[in-house]
């Protein structure tokens, strides 16, 4: 019909119509494989699907964006870039989400690289934005400087790396990383990009010692790992005032009862226990903010200004040991980060 071919027209000639004349521009693509789904790990597209819906319900309802949940039956990394490739003229941002590390952060990065649109991978990207901004609260209640601060952090996988990559990025200087096969330095083999860049930016002393004897003196913790790692005397050997993120799901690290004994903050991955490390205080407003400003790529300053405008939502009068993130529910979140977003952009 004639209408909607002078639309058609119009973006054959240029392109970048499409994100007014369509519902492009507010669409964003909710993509797994099922590899690596949150507290269940490998179980599939179709068993997924349930929570990449419950993903794309929590885009609209909190950044009033339209998201599609897209469960890919491969695990696959060429495939699933060259689909993510197939799919990008459709929609205005790719939400990767649940998908095994370190296949995970090769196809954010070649993504990235490769299309104009942005692409956000919230396992790493939401948790470390939720996490530094957690962090930044924390340390303003216990009297703390970031940069003078050691944290050891335990789980050196995708979110783990990104975790880091943030806190370097504001200023820290002392992370001495875990992973399942014990301390990372020098001596252990770099073997993917994720692994290369945390030899090269974390642990400057070149500890070689346990977890538990990282912990002794240890400002702050972070774990997101798997359940039961810490016991009680870990967090009493820490340094006074010791922060503690345990967010392993659905059980984390230590007992938060256990260190609330010993640590002036404790936050978890749990909506049942205190300071939920909750990534829907940042992807819905990070979405709202790219979309709004036609952005094509994130980057760690845009992220880091994110996590300061979450903490930021959190006022002084409000600020205490059971609450260094604000609600899930605070509409003040979306608004705060998505203007954080455009300021990037």
Known sequence: ??????????????PRTADTLT?????????TDGSAVLGLGNIGPKAALPVMEGKALLFKEFGGVDAFPICLDTQDTEKIIETCRFL???????????????????IETRLADELDIP???????????VVLAALRNALKLVKKDLS????????????????ARLLVLAGCKEIIGFDSHGVINNKRAAENEMRRWFIAHCNPSQFEGTLAEAMKGADVFIGVSAPNVLKEEDIAAMAKSAIVFALANPDPEIDPALARKHAA???TGRSDQPNQINNVLAFPGIFRGLLDAGASKITDELLVSCAEAIAACVSDSQLNASFIVPSVFDPAVVTSVAAAVKRCC
């Open 119 to 129: 692409v956000f991978h919230d396992d790493q990207h939401g948790t470390a934005v």
């Open 148 to 163: 003078k601060c050691r944290i050891v952090l335990n789980g050196a996988g995708a979110a783990g790396t990104a975790i």
């Open 265 to 267: 903050v404790v936050a």
């Open 88 to 106: 990008a003229p459709t929609f205005g941002g790719i939400n990767l989400e649940d998908i095994s590390s370190p296949r995970c952060m090769e």
């Open 1 to 14: 019909t004639p209408g909607v071919a002078r639309v058609c027209q119009a973006i054959h000639t240029d």
């Open 23 to 31: 519902i492009r521009r507010n669409m964003v693509a909710v993509i």
